[in-house]
């Protein structure tokens, strides 16, 4: 399975921006897909995830400003974020795996390529 992350890119705060992470190859193993962050300095952490069949779990902090959603008949899972903050700030993975506690423990299955989201006024 391949990951292909987009739509990072320079917000000012309180902006938004949606990312796209197109998954190609042997999919029929993923089931979980999600993405993490990772700002300079810091562990990477998990921001969302989403099943095959829709259901979902965020991160706290970030409950009710992100949300995550996928469109299975194009292999695509998105994260749209809102309102924005400098703390924001980092390199965004999507990840893809069979099991959520590998997502969980950020072990999954599959890694796709960071994409660079800042949040500069």
């Known amino acids: 399975v391949q990951l292909q992350a987009s739509g990072g890119g320079l917000v000012q705060p309180g902006g938004s921006l949606r990312l796209s992470c197109a998954a190609s190859?042997?999919?029929?193993?993923?089931?979980?897909m999600a993405w993490h962050r990772q700002a300079p300095g810091s562990q990477r952490e998990l921001v969302a995830v989403?099943?095959?069949?829709?259901?979902?779990r965020y991160a706290d902090s970030l409950k009710g400003r992100f949300s995550i959603s996928r469109d299975n008949a194009k292999n695509t899972v998105y994260l749209q974020m809102n309102s924005l903050k400098p703390e924001d700030t980092a390199a965004y993975y999507c990840?893809?795996?069979?099991?959520?506690?590998?997502?969980?423990?950020?072990?999954?299955?599959?890694w796709g390529q960071g994409t660079q989201v800042t949040v500069s006024s």
């Open positions: 190859g042997s999919i029929f193993t993923v089931n979980n």
């Open positions: 989403i099943s095959a069949g829709g259901s979902t």
């Open positions: 990840a893809a795996s069979d099991r959520l506690h590998d997502i969980v423990v950020l072990s999954p299955s599959y």
